[in-house]
Nanobody, 114 residues
């Protein structure tokens, strides 16, 4: 199983991006799906989480601006990012945690200019 993240890019402050994380193959025993980000010189931080039952939570820094969702049929997790700010600049990683192991995508760069 591999996770392929895409959708990053260079945008101006206030604009939007939608990140996608597509899983190849079947993943069973999912506990949660998350997005993380890592800015230059900083530790990786958690951004958003969605559980199989649909429950969702966000880091305070993105609450009200980002939306996590999933498409079961497409085996894809999304992160809709609105009102982007320069402080959102980072490499964004998707993560799927199962009862057996944790899967990580390769990361997609998001750069927000002021």
């Amino acid at each position: 199983v591999q996770l392929q993240a895409s959708g990053g890019g260079l945008v101006q402050a206030g604009e939007s991006l939608r990140l996608s994380c597509a899983a190849s193959g079947s993943i069973i025993g999912i506990r949660a799906m998350r997005w993380y980000r890592q800015a230059p010189g900083k530790e990786r931080e958690w951004v958003a989480i969605i559980y199989p039952n649909g429950s969702i939570n966000y880091a305070d820094s993105v609450k009200g601006r980002f939306t996590i969702s999933r498409d079961r049929a497409k085996k894809t997790v999304y992160l809709q990012m609105n009102s982007l700010e320069p402080r959102d600049t980072a490499v964004y990683y998707c993560n799927i945690e199962t009862v057996y192991r944790s899967y990580w995508g390769q990361g997609t760069q998001v750069t927000v200019s002021s």
